[in-house]
């Protein structure tokens, strides 16, 4: 696949690399990005695997918008197996929780909106339904909360 550094460079998240780009109409358009991690650690112990077992199949992750344009971002999981424990595991990248359908920074941005704005025009606006920009909000308060804060 072909590589575009520049939209890499301002997609500006690490560890990824953008190998395609696709308008959809005129407002939105899709990325599809690869990791560029040489290894994936083993959650189990914490082993530096390079031993790339399969990928799982690719997930739509919302991101924010560019140029007024709504944007996902396309990622096919990877999945490695540890040389150590044999336990087989699916990379992480540090700018989405796992399962997770959006980036951190667009929930990030959707909480920022919905704690000024109604969740219904934040929902109409970002082309969310109702609830997932309510479950944002609620995820992100509850990470904001003094008691939260308190543990990191
Ligand atoms: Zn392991």
Redesign the pocket.
């Known amino acids: 696949m072909a590589e575009y550094p520049i939209l890499t460079e301002l997609l500006n998240l690490p560890n990824v690399k953008v190998v395609y780009f696709q308008q959809v109409g005129q407002n939105r358009c899709n990325l599809v990005v690869e990791s560029t991690l040489p290894a994936a650690l ?6 530096a ?1 390079t031993n790339l077992h399969d990928q799982g199949e690719p997930q739509m992750l919302r991101d924010l918008s560019i140029w007024d344009r709504r944007c996902w971002l396309r990622l096919t999981p990877r999945r490695f197996k ?6 087989t ?1 699916v990379e992480r990248l540090a700018w989405r929780e796992p399962e997770r359908d959006y980036s951190l920074r667009y929930e990030q941005h959707i909480y920022q909106r919905a704690r000024k704005e109604p969740i219904t025009q934040v929902a109409k606006d970002e082309s969310l339904s109702e609830e997932a920009v309510q479950g944002l909000f609620e995820r992100w308060a509850k990470k904001r909360s003094p008691h939260a804060a308190g543990r990191l």
């Open positions: 083993c959650p189990i112990c914490q082993q695997s540890c040389a150590t424990c044999q336990n595991f």
